[in-house]
Nanobody, 126 residues
Framework: VQLQASGGGLVQAGGSLRLSCAAS????????LGWFRQGPGKERELVAI????????DYGDPVKGRFTVTRDNAKNEVYLQMNNLKPEDSAVYYC????????????????????WGQGTQVTVSS
């Protein structure tokens, strides 16, 4: 599978953005999915993960209550709705896919994901 992330941009603090990640090749329903981000000088961190079935999700502590991850297996896409954005959310956001995922499984570490999109830049101004 190949992944293409989009939807990043420049937004003021308190604003919203919706990231999309479109898959091509193998159907996305076979994969557990995650969103990760990496800010300047920082390590890559987990943002949100969603199970293959879409029934289970979890979030990194900094974004809980503000971000929502969803997926549409029919459209072969995964989304990240980001609300109440803060300057510290500024980063390159990556979508990632894990093969051989169980239907309800959540996979937290970046090392679990074998396929990554190219990243989309999110910049939040204060």
């Amino acid at each position: 599978v190949q992944l293409q992330a989009s939807g990043g941009g420049l937004v003021q603090a308190g604003g919203s953005l919706r990231l999309s990640c479109a898959a091509s090749g193998r159907a996305l329903r076979h994969y557990g999915l995650g969103w990760f981000r990496q800010g300047p000088g920082k390590e890559r961190e987990l943002v949100a993960i969603i199970s293959r079935s879409g029934g289970s999700t979890d979030y990194g502590d900094p974004v809980k209550g503000r971000f929502t991850v969803t997926r549409d297996n029919a459209k072969n896409e995964v989304y990240l709705q980001m609300n109440n954005l803060k300057p510290e959310d500024s980063a390159v956001y990556y979508c990632a896919a894990k093969s051989n995922a169980i239907a309800s499984g959540l996979y937290y570490g970046a090392a679990n994901y074998g396929t990554w999109g190219q990243g989309t830049q999110v910049t939040v101004s204060s």
